[in-house]
């Protein structure tokens, strides 16, 4: 069964670094795209960031580019989301996700729990 | 970018009542064109992919429809754990995508 286990809830101040990870199991990690999808609080969902996890090539949303770096830990099967300067405006939750490889149609199709993110001086 | 844009917000029906979502692209996506369910505190579960495939274990009751610009998500007889709110999520270029922003289905 494929399972894709998040870290738990963080609660940081406005400037703050911070890294959350997703665990991958039930599937060979390195094949799948894997990355982040963030939902506000008033429910809409934006996708951040994908990595390849066989040679760690990378794709960011143009709205988060810069704000934010995907990595992932082959050894562990383990992706990372990382913030260096954390915002009030990043309060959210974080879903991690991984890509189908059904040839032709690339969509999410696994879930993590999700991360609950608050920022907050 | 490609706007993805979801019809109605809110839906209000009964038990027993069929439900009729909709889902509009701002330009031609063909058909691919993802549905997800969200229940409160979970996480999305995928329904449909590639606009009408359903996905493993998911009920007939749901079927998804469209082609090009428009897209329609059904459910042929709302059952109580059904009442939650649905995305609409497109792939069309290579490692981009872009959601709906939701409609929920709410009991009447």
């Known amino acids: 069964e494929v399972q894709l286990v998040q870290s738990g809830a963080e609660v940081k101040k406005p400037g703050e670094s911070l890294k959350i990870s997703c665990k991958g199991s039930g599937y060979n990690f390195i094949y799948y795209w894997i990355g982040w999808v963030r939902q506000m609080p008033g429910g809409d969902l934006d996708w951040m960031a994908v990595?390849?996890?066989?040679?760690?090539?990378?794709r960011y949303s143009p709205s988060f580019q810069g704000h934010v770096t995907i990595s992932v830990d082959r050894s562990d099967s383990t992706a990372y989301l990382q913030w260096s300067s954390l915002k009030a405006s990043d309060t959210a939750f974080y879903y991690c996700v991984r890509r189908t490889g059904v040839a032709a149609s690339f969509h999410f199709d696994h879930w993590g729990q999700g991360t609950l993110v608050t920022v907050s001086s | 970018e490609i706007v993805m844009t979801q019809s109605p917000a809110t839906l209000s029906a009964s038990p027993g009542e069929r439900a009729t979502l909709s889902c509009r692209a701002s330009?031609?996506?063909?058909?691919?064109l993802a549905w997800y369910q969200q229940k409160p505190g979970q996480a999305p579960r995928l329904l449909i992919f590639?606009?009408?495939s359903r996905a493993t274990g998911i009920p007939v009751r749901f079927s998804g429809s469209g082609s090009g610009t428009e897209f329609t998500l059904t459910i042929s007889s709302l059952q109580s754990e059904d009442f939650a709110v649905y995305y609409c999520l497109q792939y069309n270029n290579w490692l981009t995508w872009t959601f709906g922003q939701g409609t929920k289905v709410e009991i009447k």
């Open positions: 330009q031609s996506i063909t058909n691919n």
């Open positions: 590639g606009a009408s």
């Open positions: 990595i390849y996890p066989g040679d760690s090539t990378t």
